[in-house]
């Protein structure tokens, strides 16, 4: 499995970024895809998951709203639709994939692509 993340850039609050994730090597219908950030001295947190197939998507409670998880199978890409951004969105976002039977177990990562906020 080989996920490659892009799309990071810095952007000024209120503004919009959208990154994705292309995956291969695999058939991903069995798959949760997950987007994690970590900022320095902070702990890594799951953003946004979603089954390949589109259903289960969850949010953490700091982005409802704002962001949307979702998937082209056509592209066999995952996408973070980020809007509203504020400066504590600033990250290195990772996307991730975990088999569906075993959905907190993210085994497969990508390199981070940084998002970085100004106010």
């Known amino acids: 499995v080989q996920l490659q993340a892009s799309g990071g850039g810095l952007v000024q609050a209120g503004g919009s970024l959208r990154l994705s994730c292309a995956a291969s090597?695999?058939?991903?219908?069995?798959?949760?895809m997950g987007w994690f950030r970590q900022d320095p001295g902070k702990e890594r947190e799951l953003v946004a998951a979603?089954?390949?197939?589109?259903?289960?998507?969850v949010y953490s409670d700091s982005v409802k709203g704002r962001f949307t998880i979702s998937t082209d199978n056509l592209e066999n890409t995952v996408y973070l639709q980020m809007n509203q951004l504020k400066p504590e969105d600033t990250a290195v976002y990772c996307c991730a994939a975990a088999l569906i039977h075993n959905p907190t177990n993210y085994a497969y990562w990508g390199q981070g692509t940084q998002v970085t906020v100004s106010s």
């Open positions: 979603i089954n390949w197939s589109g259903g289960a998507t």
């Open positions: 090597g695999r058939t991903f219908s069995t798959y949760r």
